[in-house]
């Protein structure tokens, strides 16, 4: 069981605004997750692995991707209180879900670093 969250790499947010919006990312999809995927990944460590796109366009694909399976997502807009407009599409936050259901739309992301 893990989580992935999906960065735009083409914000350049600072660390600190990649990890707030990680964190919306990781909560809004933990929200829409069912009882059961939740019990067995808080047991199992609670893994996550952030990994980026290049751009919005890459974002909504993965997206799309999503639509078509029963794991959980949640795409992050921003407020616009600091680094970025009002209303930005930050990241995407994917599960908990099992790990081989996951890395069939993301296993070929790149880690964010």
């Not at 964190?23 to 980026?52: M, P, Q, R």
């Not at 799309?64 to 930050?90: C, H, M, N, Q, W």
Request: some cysteine; charged content about 35%; aromatic content about 4%.
């Amino acid at each position: 069981m893990k989580q992935v969250i999906v960065i735009r790499s083409d914000l350049n947010m600072s660390t600190g605004k990649i990890a707030a919006q990680a964190c919306h990312a990781s909560l809004g999809s933990y929200k829409k997750s069912n009882d059961i995927s939740i019990k067995k990944w808080e047991s199992e460590g609670e893994k996550k692995v952030i990994v980026k796109v290049k751009d919005l366009e890459e974002l909504f694909h993965i997206k799309e991707l999503l639509k078509s399976t029963d794991i959980p997502f949640y795409l992050v807009r921003d407020a616009g209180r600091t680094e970025i407009p009002k209303s930005t599409i930050t990241c995407l936050g994917i599960g908990p879900d099992e790990d081989d259901k996951i890395d069939k739309i993301t296993q070929d992301l790149k880690l964010l670093k």
